[in-house]
């Protein structure tokens, strides 16, 4: 059989949600674990991806172990092609409890860490540094030193450099030199997206495609108006609105980061978002406003509620997006108020006819009628000509309603009734039992096997992440590297870069 082009796309968009789904799963594991511990080999650098020459890897040891020696600072320098989805400051954070450099008495350790496929550098101080070192200058070490080089893929002259600056800073220290007076001249903090921005991309990536599958896979509504009537629905989105919602304002946020100098934090990534989606409603209005016009202007009143009620699903957006769902919203209610309560004209006097109250209009219904209408499947008005006594009889169709169409009556009355359990499930087995149907106009009954999932056994030991189990075999290893390094310990202080 072959499939329709709307079930080909849909198909496809389906294969594209799986894909990012399992590329996220098989994304790269990491743990600190991994990391080569330099003083094992009597150094200081980590460099097991050689991101740096190993000249340049010498000339770094020689530094940092005078500055080691002089009892200042001891210094672990880590490079790294990659640390998977890990964040640059959590990794060197664990870096400095699993390896503790720095005296017990001073605390003077220092990891410094570099992640090349982030283009990140992390300065993690010892709580005795944080003084001598503050965060601020820390910063501007990376960004007027370090940075410059490492933009040019330049890492030798970027380590090199950006470690004699801190030596520098800590032996002027000594002197009577402030650090507040080193690197007077601050560059201004570049805001860039960070770990909120991240989950706020994500949250609206995951909410909006559920969103949008759901309108994507809606079929059309139905109305029971003797006899079961299509109505389109005004606007379903293609894939032009997925680019629109869910690519266009990430490729802004890209050329923002990468290609401009202007701020992109949090509040810039949400505000892009949230006026990318706004447009979106705003032409989401227009759309339906003109294809409305265009399939409407030969239709009655009966059918033009029908269609544009197809559009009221869309006004819980008001709440999100007050402008302009809200205004849209509130035009939406008022046409739709018209044109199902104002006076029809009696077809054979012209005069103005009177909707009759739902007890009053029972009378001039079908038995089926009447039932749909205590079922809340479909809700009929009944329109009635004083003068002459003609009735007009309008259905419409209640989209949420949990009866469905009859068989056998072709009625909206068919109803779920209780669950026959046939056998129950073990933990071993799944069960089984029949769901029974009624139809409360007619006499038609049906039943169908459902299936009982088997009870599941949960397992209290639960698995931990590949970081998270990282940090628990890292606690054993610290007990023989801790005897290489000094056994300091570290509060979080430091500063990061981006490049």
Request: glycine share 8%.
């Amino acid at each position: 059989m072959f499939l329709t082009k709307r079930s080909r796309c849909f198909s496809l968009y389906c294969l594209l949600i799986m894909l990012l789904a399992a590329g996220a799963a098989t994304a790269q594991q990491f743990s600190v674990a991994q990391v080569p511990d330099p003083m094992l080999q009597g150094g200081h650098v980590s460099n097991p991806d050689q991101l740096i020459s190993p000249a340049a890897e010498q000339a770094l040891n020689l530094l940092l172990d005078s500055l080691d020696h002089s009892g200042r600072a001891q210094v672990a320098v880590v490079l790294l092609k990659t640390i998977g989805n890990n964040v640059p400051k959590d990794v060197a954070h664990e870096l400095f409890r699993t390896w503790k450099p720095g005296a017990v008495e001073k605390n003077n350790g220092l990891v410094i860490l570099l992640v090349d496929d982030q283009h990140r550098i992390e300065f993690e101080t010892g709580y005795g540094l944080e003084g001598d070192l503050p965060d601020v200058v820390c910063f501007r070490i990376q960004q007027q030193v370090m940075l410059p080089h490492f933009k040019q893929q330049d890492y030798d002259a970027g380590m090199l450099q950006g470690m004699q600056a801190v030596v520098t800073v800590l032996q002027q220290q000594d002197g009577g030199e402030s650090a507040a007076t080193l690197f007077a001249q601050p560059e201004e903090t570049r805001q860039t997206p960070g770990k909120f921005s991240v989950f706020l991309i994500i949250g609206c990536f995951i909410l909006g495609n559920i969103g949008f599958l759901v309108m994507f896979h809606r079929r059309q509504s139905y109305a029971v108006i003797a006899g079961i009537t299509k109505v389109p629905d005004l606007y379903r989105p293609g894939w032009l609105a997925w680019i629109w919602l869910f690519v266009a304002p990430l490729v802004l946020i890209f050329y923002l980061v990468n290609y401009t100098s202007l701020p992109c934090g949090f509040p810039i990534v949400a505000l892009i978002i949230y006026l990318d989606w706004v447009l979106f409603f705003c032409s989401y209005a227009v759309i339906i406003s003109l294809k409305a016009a265009r399939r409407l202007k030969n239709s009655d009143r009966h059918q033009s509620y029908l269609t544009w009620k197809t559009a009221e699903r869309s006004l819980f957006l008001s709440v999100l997006f007050p402008v302009p769902m809200f205004f849209y919203s509130r035009r939406l209610q008022r046409r739709l108020y018209q044109l199902r309560s104002a006076p029809y004209q009696c077809t054979s006097c012209n005069k103005d006819m009177k909707r009759l109250s739902e007890k009053a209009d029972d009378q001039f219904l079908e038995k089926y009628q009447v039932v749909e209408e205590k079922l809340h499947s479909v809700d009929y008005d009944v329109w009635q000509c004083k003068d002459c006594n003609t009735q007009q009889i309008l259905a419409y169709d209640i989209a949420s309603a949990k009866a469905v169409a009859c068989p056998q009556c072709h009625h909206k009355t068919l109803m779920a009734g209780k669950k026959e359990v046939q056998q129950a499930a073990t933990i071993n087995n799944s069960g089984w039992g029949w769901q029974l149907y009624a139809c409360g106009a007619c006499d038609y009954k049906n039943k169908e096997k459902f299936i009982i999932p088997a009870i599941s056994s949960s397992n209290s030991s639960s698995s931990s992440s590949s970081f998270g189990s990282s940090s628990g075999s890292s606690s054993s290893d610290s007990s023989s590297s801790s005897d290489s390094w000094g056994g300091g310990s570290s509060g979080g202080g430091g500063a990061g870069s981006s490049w």
